[in-house]
């Protein structure tokens, strides 16, 4: 495209952003690399879907495997605290991959949204006047549209906040019963560390959990439906 040529192109002119229109009346080179485009996103969107699966799969089978353990005789109650750190672990893994995912998914939900929907139903027009323009800048300059915290706080609504709220659960249950003669907070002592700042340290954590899940904040992140 020449100088002249990009200075006239103008992606909210409405023969520019209604090519669904033209992909329906006629078939045009820009609607064919579309439809390959389209293919593409939709592969890389599954990939990455099903690599957010493996990890949320890989977290519980663990966390399963220190929860009976935990409960063995030979079990103690520090375990199911290393079950807390490994599901963290696993929450940051996803949380990453998550961001990834979005990228993928938003621009899906572009070409659904502004090409395909206004093909189907052209009298509805686009969502985005300039939906081109993003695109092309996403292309440019691809980055990440979900800020971390946002992505972890939708893991944890998701599934992981349960997860951890089990293992917490698990673990005042557990200190409970493994030495009946002595208090449970003294049964929370690791090492020369005491009972209190191991259940201090807990609180904080999972108080800090709670406000990362709930704390208002703008969405970003692009889903199909309004979930959590």
Sequence with gaps: MSTDDARR?????PEEREIGREMVDQSTGLGSVMAHFYRGEMDRVTTWRQRLDETTTWAVTVIAALLAYGFSTSGTPAI???????????????????????????????????LFANALNPSEGVEQRDWR?????????PTLRIPFPE???????????????????T????????????????????GIVPGSVVLGVVAV????????????????????????
Excluded: C
């Excluded at 673990?171 to 002592?189: E, Q, V, Y």
């Design 151 to 169: 992505a972890v706080a939708r893991r944890l609504r998701r599934i992981y906040l349960w997860l951890l709220l089990l293992l917490l659960v």
């Design 205 to 228: 954590f999972y108080l800090g959990l709670l406000w990362l899940t709930f704390r208002p904040r703008e969405r970003h992140a692009r889903e199909d439906f309004d979930r959590l």
């Design 133 to 141: 323009r993003q695109l092309s800048e996403d292309f440019r300059d």
């Design 9 to 13: 192109f103008d992606p909210e002119a």
């Design 80 to 114: 199911l605290l290393a079950g807390i750190v490994v599901a963290t672990i696993f929450l940051v893994i996803e949380a990453r991959r998550y961001q990834d995912y979005d990228v993928f998914r938003s621009r899906v939900r572009i070409l659904q949204e502004n």
């Design 171 to 190: 673990w005042l249950f557990r200190l409970t019963t493994i030495a009946p003669d002595k208090t449970w907070i003294n049964n929370a002592a690791m």
